[in-house]
């Protein structure tokens, strides 16, 4: 036989007519959800209920960092496109994984104190012959497609605040739309609109109000002011929009997904008043000028991280005799949404997890029926979700075939407490949390969490408001989630492996062990008559950074990687070979330190990353192993001097003296003496 025909496949300019037509465009994954409706669903079939079994590994890339990975990769033209944790961009030959071109926009080192959830990215944004996205620092950098240089970069933030940018930028009719981070940090949100050729701002849109005094943006601000009290605007208000956003082309509307408010205690953020518009909403933007069009408020009176940044679908639906055009969302609070897209009118919701803050849903408003104790006014409480919610970043897929959203969800909960006073810090978190809450009022509620499992791959009948089937897992964040024609759904479990499912039982019938945790959306392609699933893996996020070991512990690879996968091809992945971790030989070492002033410190300083009680898992080591304990010199030179920078550990020397981190250090070393007793 001869050898297939080496196919080249043209580059060719993405436009508007391009996007909209990509449903029945297979070869590429254009757009960060696949299509504008971003339902993350492909009609190939080639890797089917059948052939799964067959499904190897193709080629994989391996990566210079062992951070957090959470971008979606684009596929345009027989290329890949994606970004890296610390805001690097790749472009690889889509056939065989060959490196074309990488760019890193050397974030520094230092940012990553401002990231509330690592230095990861979600990946990029095309536009005629440019790619997209945004950095850390939040910087918005458009590249050239073919040759990776930079044809422009524009600073979208305020760089004395403590902004970042992780999420991708979308692109509508020639403008690039970007949002930003920091809602724990004491920002203020909005989404900005940048022209795709040059780079010059075209309207900008407010989450939330700032101080009346200097004049409102625009009507929709002087509205969401009526909804807030006291000078929320000296503590920033919050309302990042992180991740989500979708668009309509035929509305023309663009769909924003706002977070939380900055800080999340509705007492100190806004005198326990209002509902704090557009906290915790969908709002609908006319895309062309960045106008108010409507919103939904999903949690009003936000206080407890109950972002609405969560991935947003859009599709066509009957419900009760009417085709009703939809917009659905699983945001943070625990409820599954179906709006009314046209308008932001409430269609329909239910509990898709466990819940205790509401007892339900008003059924014409969609207001949340909110318990008793739940706002902590007086003592401790225990909330279910708790701040990662029933639901988080990780992406959703709508299969139209079954109509089911496969959804993977998480039990959570958080003690929540009023402290006697807040002062706003300049590292770490604002949050106005008492961070050593006394006794709960509702300790049962925390037992109740213990016999839930972790998280679930769950397929959730959104006529129905109601799951179809679930998979249970004993680890938490899982992937986010790709559904196919071949009747399958694929989802990368926390613990190392990557998964078929049947889409209409959950029936698993393909796992492959890839030693490190899938946290993006998998996408597919079909190039020369082959299907491809790509996947990238590397743990990190939220999750194993602020839950420590608490969030599972398992072996890993030690850098992340993109992952092809296609039928009957057979290739290896290097060996895992993590040998477990040994108490550290303390014999000699001692400090003079106060462990008890220490463990504050911890608290406020290093806990945000490194863990509750030096558990750190996933991208940063369990400090209780660490050697640089041992060392009094090598510990301060990197906690005060920066030694580490460059991987993301900031100095504290303006922040702390010598002898609090010997305090911090004492309080380490008791714990890693504590290791194996
Ligand atoms: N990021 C992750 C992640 O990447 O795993 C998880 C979260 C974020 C959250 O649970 C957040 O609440 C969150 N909040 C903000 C914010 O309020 O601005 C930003 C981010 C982020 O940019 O990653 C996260």
Known sequence: DAAPAVTETAQRPVNAARITSAAGNTSDWLTHGRTYSEQRNSPLDQINRTTVTDLGLAWDFELDTDRGQEATPLVIDGVIYFTSAWSKAFALDARTGEELWRFDPQVPGSKAVDACCDVVNRGMAAWGDKVYFGALDGRLIALDRETGRQVWSTMTVDPEKRYTITGAPRIVDGKVIIGNGG???GVRGYVTAYDAETGDQVWRFYTVPGNPAEGFESDAMEMAAETWAGEWWRLGGG???????????ELDLLYIGVGNGSPWNHHI????????????SIVALRASTGEYVWHFQTTPAESWDYTATQHMILADMEID???RQVIMQAPKNGFFYVIDRTTGEFISGNNYVEINWASGLDAVTGRPIEAEIVRYERDPAVVIPGPLGGHNWYPMSYDPQTNLVFLPTQNTSYVYSNPAEFAEQEVGWNLGLDAAPGPTVNPQDEARMLELPASQLVAWDPVAQAARWAVDYSVFGNSGLLSTGGGLVFQGSADGFFHAYRTDNGERLWSFEVGDAILGGPVTYELDGEQYV???AGQGGAIPMTMGLLSGNY???RNGRL?????????QLPDISMTPLQPLDLTGISSEGNPDVGAVLYGAYCSVCHGPVGLSSGPLPDLRHSPMLLSQEAFHGIVLEGNLLSRGMPGFAADIG???VESVRAYLLQLAAAVGN
């Not at 309302?239 to 082309?249: E, I, L, N, Q």
């Not at 953020?269 to 915790?280: A, V």
Request: glycine residues 12%; hydrophobic residues 40%; charged residues 25%.
């Open 239 to 249: 309302g990042t929009v992180w991740d989500s956003m979708a668009y309509d082309p």
């Open 555 to 557: 072996p890993r690879q």
């Open 658 to 660: 010598a002898a609090e």
């Open 534 to 536: 790509l996947a990238l």
């Open 321 to 323: 005799g009417r085709m």
């Open 183 to 185: 809602g724990e940090l």
């Open 269 to 280: 953020r806004s005198n326990g008043e209002g509902d704090n518009l557009f906290l915790s």
């Open 563 to 571: 992952m092809a996968f296609k039928l009957n091809a057979d290739g």
